[in-house]
């Protein structure tokens, strides 16, 4: 069974502290892997989709690495407007009927206080 | 570029009334469109994907006639939560995944529904 699980659930941070978020993925035959981050009462927002092992990505403070069981998403010196649950979802390759839809993980939620 | 809205963003309906919600592709044409709900503290749950011009497949456990979709345009999908009940409060979330695009799906900001 195709199945994200993303550590830790919480994560508190300074302001300036450098850290990882990780995302453990099985999944029958990897299409793409996407991190979102979503702020309270609203949708998620993109952030990367990598799609295949040693791939890496980056946007401001912000860097996504890929192996073949997991990716992490570094946060580099953050800040406090970093504050947010970050999301990791997989998309398994189409067969049959598949509509390859999203399996999402329960997300980190991150908290950096000034 | 990839903006996707909804509308609107809250609602308030009384129970056993019927709520629409509209979700659109501002910027780019959705071949497929997802609608999940999303309980406070938790993860999305999906609950139906639809394909312009076909019927919607829904997930397992999602009442098909109650929550209708409709997927009429490259740019529009609507969500018909119908005789509204206490227990369908929650935040609906869509996504459009495009035809130029790859593999990603980009979100609406989301929609709140409390039924009284």
């Not at chain 1, 990897?30 to 981050?37: A, K, P």
């Not at chain 2, 139906?48 to 456990?61: D, F, H, L, R, V």
């Not at chain 2, 929650?90 to 459009?96: D, E, G, M, Q």
Request: aromatic share 10%; with cysteine.
């Amino acid at each position: 069974e195709d199945q994200v699980t993303q550590s830790p659930e919480a994560l508190r941070l300074q302001e300036g502290e450098s850290s990882s978020l990780n995302c453990s993925y099985t999944v029958s035959g990897l299409r793409g892997l996407f991190w979102y981050r979503q702020d309270p009462g609203k949708g998620p927002e993109f952030l990367f989709t990598l799609y295949s092992a040693g791939e890496e990505k980056e946007k401001e403070r912000l860097k996504a690495t890929l192996t073949k069981k997991e990716s992490f998403l570094h946060i580099t010196a953050p800040k406090p407007e970093d504050s947010a649950t970050y999301l990791c979802a997989v998309q398994a390759r189409m067969s049959g009927g598949s509509q390859g839809n999203l399996i999402f993980g329960k997300g980190t939620k991150l908290s950096v206080k000034p | 570029g990839a903006v996707v809205s909804q509308h609107p963003s809250w609602v308030i309906c009384k129970s056993g009334t019927s709520v629409k919600i509209e979700c659109r592709s501002l910027d780019f044409q959705a071949t497929t469109m997802f609608w999940y709900r999303q309980f406070p503290k938790q993860s999305l749950m999906l609950m139906a994907t639809s394909n312009e011009g076909s019927k919607a497949t829904y997930e397992q456990g999602v009442e098909k006639d109650k929550f209708l979709i409709n997927h009429a345009s490259l740019t529009l999908s609507t969500l018909t939560v119908t005789s509204a009940h206490p227990e369908d409060s929650s935040f609906y979330i869509c996504s459009a995944r495009g035809i130029a695009g790859l593999y990603e799906q980009y979100f609406g900001p989301g929609t709140r529904l409390t039924v009284t």
